[in-house]
């Protein structure tokens, strides 16, 4: 996920300069989760990033805990990654659910790790000892192609590599900079040319649906791949590489069952599920805790 910084994450930033400069009042980020033995987790503070899809798997992975008995304090819509990623380093949250593609690239800009195996060996050698990833989800919220059904159906795709039979006479849409990124990295991997690259921004979804372009940059798990009926082909040579979520914990804050407990939510998650949960908060507006809730019950998990 490669959200920006927004303008509470510059809020929660200024709050911080000023507690350091000595000004008088606590920071409510910074009280580190409480001391345990080895294997012992007292009260496990759950935090997410400031966007719907954070603060809805942060409230999962919290609900599934307290369901287990763990006493939990949830820190939802802290800010950017460059604000919470020193949160949990430091202890003062103990989960958070990330996404093992932009974390890697965050913390080794460096790398070239494409695959999930080899961002999680990146992932293991590259994060300080007192934070580990857990076991990651089947669910990804990543770039993609995405094309209508009946696009896929008509031309028979199923992956990128499919398009590079049509691509010659389909236009692809995606956000202004989508060109310059991926332009030689799709022919590269997949040999694909597209007829006309289209400037469609986050109307990219919309346009796929009016045939303006044939296909588009969509997020993984934008909810509009459900209503606009599309379908994201598979990158099975991961041209954008693997972004699956995955909690990321502070070690000495946790315990056999925090862990076996975040490892039973990430077993049962896939994109699909993903996109249909983020409908509800963001189509439907329900409450993030309440189809939390409901997954989570739903899936014997709660």
């Avoid at 994450?9 to 000023?18: C, G, K, M, S």
């Avoid at 588009?216 to 099975?236: A, E, H, W």
């Amino acid at each position: 996920m490669k959200r920006l910084v927004s303008t509470f994450a510059v809020a929660v930033t200024a709050a911080l300069a000023l507690t350091a400069c000595g000004g008088g009042g606590s920071d409510p980020l910074s009280s580190a989760t409480v001391s345990a033995a080895p294997g012992e987790a007292k009260k496990v503070v759950v935090g997410s990033f400031n966007f719907p899809e954070s603060v809805l798997l942060a409230s999962i992975y919290a609900q599934a805990l307290q369901a287990k008995g763990v006493t939990v304090e949830e820190k939802p819509n802290i800010g950017s990654r460059e604000i919470v990623y020193g949160q949990i380093k430091s202890g003062g949250l103990t989960v958070l659910p990330e996404y093992v593609g932009s974390l890697l690239a965050f913390v080794d800009k460096s790398s070239t790790a494409k695959t999930e195996d080899d961002i999680l060996a990146g992932l293991k050698t590259t994060l300080p000892a007192e934070l580990e990833v857990l076991q990651p989800a089947a669910a990804e919220d990543n770039n993609s192609l995405t094309v209508t059904k009946e696009t896929a159906a008509k031309h028979n795709l199923t992956t990128i590599e499919d398009l590079a039979k049509v691509s010659k006479d389909f236009v692809v849409g995606g956000p202004p900079e989508f060109k310059d990124r991926q332009e030689q990295n799709f022919k590269d991997v997949y040999g694909l040319e597209f007829k006309e690259w289209k400037p469609t921004g986050e109307t990219t979804a919309d346009a796929i649906k009016s045939g303006t372009v044939q296909a588009g940059n969509v997020f993984t798990t934008d909810p509009k791949i459900l209503l606009n009926d599309l379908v994201s082909l598979q990158d099975t040579k991961n041209a954008f590489g693997a972004d699956n979520i995955a909690p990321l914990v502070y070690k000495p804050g946790v315990n056999d069952t925090v862990t076996s407990t975040l490892d039973a939510v990430s077993a049962k998650l896939d994109t699909a599920t993903l996109v249909t949960l983020m409908k509800r908060v963001s189509v439907d507006k329900d409450d993030p805790p309440v189809v939390a809730k409901d997954w989570l019950s739903q899936n014997g998990l709660a």
